[in-house]
């Protein structure tokens, strides 16, 4: 699986992360984390939540510190984290 690539946007607080449907991960950092999607379709598991998360343009999701995440495009999304 592979490691997100992010294309940032000028606002360098706001990743934006480029996502199709080969899934993509990355681990929180000590503060936790925020995705928002910004465009499509997303599919998201979190280690540790038993429940996996889709969400569509707008929905937001919040995890807890040092959780690994994968995020898939259905068949692709824009997400900001």
Known sequence: MPIVSMALNIDMRHPRIFVDQ???SFRAGHHGG???VVRG???VTIEGDPE???LTQGQELSFAP???VVVQGLPEAIVAA
């Open 22 to 24: 080969e899934p993509a």
């Open 34 to 36: 925020h995705l928002e």
């Open 41 to 43: 379709t997303a599919y």
């Open 52 to 54: 996996d998360h889709l």
């Open 66 to 68: 040092h959780r690994l």
